[in-house]
């Protein structure tokens, strides 16, 4: 990932921090997103020019990134690229896989990385095993194992059950192509003395807040049941395509994929709009304002639209609308990045429409402006009921508040005053920022910085040296001064940041372990995220002795919810069976997987 290219650039470059200076490595360093990449360089190398078939050996950090091998119409993927030009064309490739998360939410996310290094044809690794069956089926059959076992009941959903009904096949597979190593290997087997230890872990703290105390305010069920109510007309235009036209817009859109038919357009913005709602409740549950800020985005799309209509009513004239079914099915429901920012004008909003481009003319407009007027009431009736929340009202950001200034009087770890705050969205870590950082400096004179996927890092220092922001890898070095080896790269700056507010654009690949204490101000339906954030401390060679992981449950009865923790919790367990089989930080438990 392009963010942790410097971990790399390190050890291939003549730098002081670089500890490998007499090996003289020679690598070149490319990034993921290069793969979709054909102009302009990557680290100086021009990648019109790139021979991508020379490699002989090809590592690939953070793998689970090309756990996809989904086929799209009319554009390859980075992963199809991947296995196309680097790994079957030019010269033999061999392939390294590195990633503490092979397993995202199903096992043909382990199938798909493996498919890399057999260059795509199951048999070269199928003849190798000591198998009955082929690659395919062993994964077939423990997905179908895995389905069964999260139907039981709660007692009888445990990781021995799972390890029963899965057969030889499965970890003679496993064992062949992946070397696993747990912090209990490594203690047991290696010797540490020169990195240190692992830090303990102390038991998880969990906490569920309400919205707010306020009893004016609507609760988390009834926001639901508006949210439910909305049909999200604005990003659905072609369901309102009069009958008559249908059959232009059908040839031009529908997307063949594979041998599997059509798909057909009015289907995607079914499922485009349950994954709104469900982005929704998932801003709602991280903040209060990250939900205020979407519906707000909501609103301006809608009205841009409405003004839209009124104007070609009045004028006629060809006007097209973009529908954005194409920008969202790439989209997962915890994804930052929804295009709702249009700039208000209606533009914004066809810029991002992709290629989809409908004509008003062929609309049925009284029944789509219909629509939009109706969700246009329910957008407004939540936003103020959610503007009268002041941060003063927030009962989750008070109670965050009460939690901060508890650890910073009494350290788990002595002197160590550092807390790493993670949230999914960047419009809840501007929020956080904006709360605490003044108050913490002007109170205890701490210091405070955020880095989240959009926006300039901000931090409450200032360089004197050189009259400009910190960047985000110098913010990371002044929050883990020990870690990232601040003496050597800004030996000048007095300060340290101590509280870090970060997006999961940190939660890859990052040595933080001068923090002793994390928390998850929302939580991740994925629990690889979980399991990443946490892994920025849970590091070995921490001067800390104990380490803290915090919690924020959503305090939510909607039987949607119920089951997240559930979810969280069964996926962990698949997650930990294909990695080490230890290392489940939810439950702060070792299990019975230890046939790693």
Not at 82 to 89: S, Y
Not at 319 to 340: I, Q
Not at 405 to 414: E, Q, R, T, V
Not at 443 to 468: D, M, W
Request: aromatic content about 8%; proline content about 4%.
């Amino acid at each position: 990932p392009k963010k942790l290219a410097d971990n790399w650039l390190n050890y291939n470059r003549n730098l002081k921090t670089n500890i490998f200076a007499r090996d003289r490595f020679n690598y070149d360093v490319l990034c993921h997103t290069d793969l979709s990449r054909t102009s302009g360089e990557s680290f100086g190398t021009p990648l019109n020019r790139i021979n991508w078939g020379n490699y002989d050996l090809v590592v690939i950090d953070e793998s689970h990134n090309f756990r996809n091998n989904d086929a799209f119409k009319d554009k390859e993927t980075r992963y199809q690229k991947l296995m196309r030009k680097v790994i079957q064309e030019g010269v033999k490739t061999k392939v390294l896989m590195l990633s503490a998360t092979p397993v995202n939410n199903r096992f043909n996310d382990l199938r798909n990385q493996l498919a890399l290094a057999y260059e795509g044809e199951s048999e070269n690794l199928t003849k190798k095993l000591r198998t009955e069956r082929s690659v395919e089926e062993i994964f077939r059959g423990a997905q179908a194992a895995f389905n069964a076992w999260s139907k039981l009941p709660p007692e009888e959903r445990t990781a021995r059950a799972i390890l029963d009904s899965l057969d030889f096949d499965f970890f003679e597979l496993l064992d062949s192509v992946t070397i696993a190593r747990s912090r209990k290997h490594i203690q047991t087997f290696y010797d540490t003395k020169d990195i240190g230890q692992f830090p303990e872990r102390r038991k998880p703290l969990s906490f569920h807040c309400p919205l707010t105390e306020r009893s004016d305010v609507l609760g988390f069920n009834e926001i639901f049941e508006q949210l439910s109510l909305l049909k999200l007309a604005v990003y659905a235009p072609i369901s309102y395509i009069l009958p008559s036209r249908l059959k232009k817009y059908e040839e031009i859109y529908d997307t063949k994929v594979g041998g599997k038919g059509t798909l057909r357009q009015a289907d995607r913005e079914k499922s485009l709009q349950a994954l709104m709602t469900v982005n929704l409740l998932k801003r709602l549950e991280s903040s209060v304002q990250s939900f205020r800020l979407t519906l707000q985005s909501l609103r301006a799309n809608n009205e841009a639209t409405l003004a839209k209509i009124a104007a070609f009513k009045q004028s006629g004239g060809a006007v097209t609308v973009g529908d954005l079914t194409e920008v969202m099915e790439v989209l997962d429901a915890e994804d930052d990045d929804l295009p709702m920012h249009g700039d208000g004008a209606g533009d914004g909003f066809d810029s991002i429409g992709g290629k989809i481009k409908i004509s008003l003319a062929d609309m049925d407009l009284p029944s789509w402006e219909h629509e939009l007027r109706v969700d246009l009431q329910v957008i407004d009736a939540l936003l103020d009921s959610m503007n009268k929340i002041t941060p003063q009202d927030d009962a989750k950001l008070q109670h965050l508040k009460a939690q901060l200034l508890g650890k910073i009087a009494n350290p788990i770890n002595s002197g160590n005053k550092k807390v790493l705050i993670f949230t999914a969205f960047a419009d809840t870590a501007d929020y956080l920022y904006a709360n605490l950082a003044p108050e913490l400096l002007a109170t205890l004179a701490i210091h405070t910085a955020k880095v989240t996927g959009s926006g300039a890092p901000q931090s409450t220092i200032k360089s004197s040296t050189q009259k400009r922001s910190y960047d985000f890898q110098e913010l990371l070095t002044l929050f883990s001064p020990r870690s990232k080896e601040k003496a050597v790269v800004l030996p000048d700056e007095p300060h340290e940041v101590d509280l870090l507010i970060g997006t999961d654009c940190i939660s890859e690949g990052q040595n933080l372990q001068d923090c002793d204490y994390l928390i998850n101000y929302d939580i991740h339906w994925n629990p690889v995220r979980i399991i990443q954030r946490f892994g920025r401390i849970d590091r070995i060679g921490s001067v800390n002795k104990a380490i803290q992981l915090v919690n924020f449950w959503p305090n939510m009865t909607l039987d949607e919810y119920i089951n997240l923790k559930q979810r969280v919790e069964n996926r962990m367990v698949i997650m930990d069976m294909t990695a080490t089989g230890e290392d489940n930080v939810l439950s702060n438990e070792s299990s019975d997987l230890e046939y790693r």
